[in-house]
T-cell receptor, first 111, second 112 residues
């Protein structure tokens, strides 16, 4: 399973765009990149998933360069309620359903 | 009603006791998972199941056992609880796209 590296913490202010970058140098050809959000004492929640280039949904955008060795989760105009831990995961279904969560990035949004 | 439920939500027990945590889902998913989370850390996979007769060990299965009684139910047991099993336990389900798992609200277990 590809190892991921992301910043331990980030600070932002309401209304700003936040970009969280994840490194995954050993990503395999069949691997997808997935991001989860977790609020304190709650289970993680799927945010977005992509394979290459750019994916956008109602919550976030995911940018993946051509070499796929990194990815960036972009949260537009964050609010206080976006304060959470964000996890970057890399893997594919051939790994038997194993999701490997790292420490994640603790995002703190201030007023 | 929540799609993935866990009982109990909180449990305090003593060393050596047998504990069972239960998970039920109404999503109709075949795949179910048990994770534990320690403070400041990510989740670690304990066991997972792709079907009623399928049980697989995860990263940290020692000291735990599971039972998949039906498609909708997946139970985690601690045969003889110890203090370092104090953690937040999450159950999750997926429909085959393993990247998208749906998590329950968690069970906070304290072993004294």
């Amino acid at each position: 399973l590809a190892k991921t590296t992301q910043p331990i913490s980030m600070d932002s202010y309401e209304g700003q765009e936040v970009n969280i970058t994840c490194s995954h140098n050993n990503i395999a050809t069949n691997d997808y990149i997935t991001w989860y959000q977790q609020f304190p004492s709650q289970g993680p929640r799927f945010i977005i998933q992509g394979y290459k280039t750019k994916v956008t949904n109602e919550v976030a955008s995911l940018f993946i360069p051509a070499d796929r060795k990194s990815s960036t989760l972009s949260l537009p105009r964050v609010s206080l309620s976006d304060t959470a831990v964000y996890y970057c995961l890399v893997g594919g279904d051939n790994q038997g359903g194993k999701l490997i969560f790292g420490q994640g990035t603790e995002l703190s949004v201030k007023p | 009603d929540a799609d993935v439920t866990q009982t109990p939500r909180n449990r305090i027990t003593k060393t050596g006791k047998r504990i069972m945590l239960e998970c039920s889902q109404t999503k109709g998913h075949d795949r179910m998972y048990w994770y534990r989370q320690d403070p400041g850390l990510g989740l670690r996979l304990i066991y997972y199941s792709f079907d009623v007769k399928d049980i697989n060990k995860g990263e940290i299965s020692d000291g735990y056992s599971v039972s998949r009684q039906a498609q909708a139910k997946f139970s985690l047991s601690l045969e003889s609880a110890i203090p370092n099993q104090t953690a937040l336990y999450f159950c999750a389900t997926s429909d085959g796209n393993f990247n998208e798992q749906f998590f329950g609200p968690g069970t906070r277990l304290t072993v004294l």
